[in-house]
């Protein structure tokens, strides 16, 4: 029996259950490659007749090498739907029914994997994993390590997507959508050498503030017994490369065995502020320092130590009885991405929620109690969790007064 029709028998055995089992996941075996089925077998209607679209992207790059993991991004957009399903695979081009390399999860919440057989693999929503009622578009994350030999040649990603209305009915409805991704190997030959990698992020500086009343110092230091360069990337809010950096927006700062190096900006001038990513060697570490020096007013002081890149989740503790929490939420990367947050006061209870869009590369500064609603947070204290369900961010916290500022430590994850 091929696959389709094992695939129809599925669908027929769905009709008669009480809750649709895709909901959960797509079944295999239905990603529209050659010799799969599709989702219309269940849900009807034409494919790709919507509004809508599908896409699959790699993030961060754009070929493959042998047995270096990558991260894929699966986007499905449509203007009607309020829930939302996918289910994609990957196979040899020269030959779509056998699997290529190994499928993994990044987020266990919203997504699964499942194996077909025969070595082909899927990677499919969960229930958490459809939105229900989200508008517009979803957007999931997966993980894929190639073969370890640049031979297997052009690998194709085939992916289908179901932007359903949610009313729980396999009718038309729900827009089916198909998509493929080409991706090849990575290769040099003597005339055209391979790019050299892009340098990897792995500390961010969620705040970088000076002009005006403000300076910023950003300290490096080598512990290593060898001597060491660091790259440091300077980016503004908008997410264009910060201007008036002493050095310049992308320095290189070479550090001495066991050296260390200071980026210097100081007050006056028009206020620019951003944030910095950094690609630092084993053994190079560092921090920031923020000053604001108010007319007539002792400067106020705060260190602000790196965060890792790739948060997902920060909790920060707040304490606005005398004080104001500040918030600095800065989205170092590629992705655009939505911080969901949850306000709980001492005793653990959650008391509002709210969500803050942050577009790719850019950063913005929230006062806590001036978000609609977040008025209970005037004058208590208690705890505020921030997540998000794709992409990353990094938060700063403050405590800021007339004449105080202090940073808060978060813990992220």
Same mark, same amino acid.
């Given at each position: ?143 894929? @390590? ?10 194709? /990603? ?41 340098? @990897? ?31 440091? /990337? /300077? ?86 009885? @005398? ?91």
């Amino acid at each position: 029996m091929g696959r389709r029709a094992i695939q129809l028998l599925v669908c027929s055995a769905m009709l008669g259950a009480s809750l649709w089992a895709e909901v959960n996941g797509a079944p295999a075996f239905t990603t529209n490659a050659p010799g799969d089925g599709i989702c219309t077998d269940c849900h009807g209607g034409t494919i790709n007749s919507g509004t809508g679209q599908l896409t699959v992207s790699m993030v961060d790059a754009s070929t493959w090498t042998p047995g270096q993991q990558v991260r894929l991004r699966v986007t499905l957009a449509d203007p009607q739907a309020r829930r939302w399903g996918f289910n994609i695979t990957a196979r040899l081009t020269s030959n779509p029914n056998s699997g290529v390399g190994t499928l993994a999860v990044a987020d266990t919440a919203t997504t699964k994997l499942n194996n077909g057989g025969g070595g082909i693999q899927f990677v499919t929503h969960t229930s958490a994993g459809t939105r229900l009622g989200t508008t517009g578009s979803s957007t999931w994350e997966f993980l894929w @390590t190639p073969p370890d030999n640049a031979s297997a040649g052009e690998v194709t /990603f085939y992916a289908a997507g179901n932007a359903a209305n949610g009313n729980n009915q396999p009718d038309t409805g729900d827009k089916i959508y198909t998509t493929t991704l080409a991706v090849s190997p990575a290769g040099t030959t003597p005339d055209t050498p391979a790019p050299p990698p892009p340098p @990897t992020i792995n500390r961010i500086a969620p705040r970088f503030v000076f002009g005006e009343n403000w300076s910023a110092r950003l300290y490096l230091y080598n512990t290593s017994d060898t001597a060491a360069k660091a790259l440091v /990337f /300077f980016t503004g809010n908008d997410g264009t490369p910060m201007s008036g950096v002493p050095g310049g927006a992308a320095p290189a700062v070479d550090l001495a065995a066991h050296g260390s190096a200071v980026i210097e900006a100081p007050a006056g001038g028009a206020v620019t502020e951003g944030y910095a990513s950094l690609a630092l060697p084993d053994g190079v570490s560092g921090y920031v320092v923020l000053t604001k020096s108010p007319p007539d007013q002792p400067a106020m002081e705060t260190v602000l130590n790196f965060s890792a890149p790739g948060v997902r989740s920060s909790t920060l503790a707040w304490d606005d009885t @005398t004080l104001t929490t500040q918030l600095s939420l800065s989205n170092p990367g590629s992705e655009n991405t939505t911080v969901r947050l949850t306000l709980a006061d001492p005793g653990g209870q959650a008391v509002a929620g709210s969500s803050i869009a942050l577009p790719a590369k850019t950063k913005l500064e929230v006062n806590l109690k001036d978000i609609p609603e977040f008025t209970a947070a005037a004058g208590n204290r208690g705890t505020v969790l921030l997540t998000v369900d794709s992409g990353s961010f990094s938060v700063a916290g403050f405590r800021v007064g007339t004449t105080s500022f202090s940073a808060i430590p978060s813990t992220d994850k």
